[in-house]
Nanobody, 114 residues
């Protein structure tokens, strides 16, 4: 059974930083294409960043230069380092295993105050 458990969310002032973690189990983590998504109130869930099994990354335009996705295969964990946070980054952030086996985490709330 695949499990993805996010942590690291919280309340931060605009301009601040947070680092999210997602611990995976039930998959061969090193082979998996992973990502972070977010969903703000009343909005559709959107892609934030992805990282392939070999470490190639992609980012949404809205977070380029501010967020960094990374992975530690030895720890079965991906991270999302978020800097220069803005109120519009407020959302529930979800970890996703994109493939070969797809799964979602339960989400972690990030709130950025102005």
């Amino acid at each position: 059974q695949v499990q993805l458990v996010e942590s690291g969310g919280g309340l931060v002032q605009a301009g601040g930083s947070l680092k999210l973690s997602c611990a995976a189990s039930g998959i061969i983590f090193s082979l998996h294409y992973m990502g972070w998504y977010r969903q703000a109130p009343g909005m559709q869930r959107e892609l934030v960043a992805t990282i392939t099994s070999s470490g190639t990354t992609t980012y949404a335009d809205s977070v380029k230069g501010r967020f960094t996705i990374s992975r530690a295969n030895a720890k079965n964990t991906i991270y999302l380092e978020m800097n220069s946070l803005k109120p519009e980054d407020t959302a529930v952030y979800y970890c996703r295993s994109i493939g070969p086996i797809a799964a979602w985490g339960q989400g972690t709330q990030v709130t950025v105050s102005s």
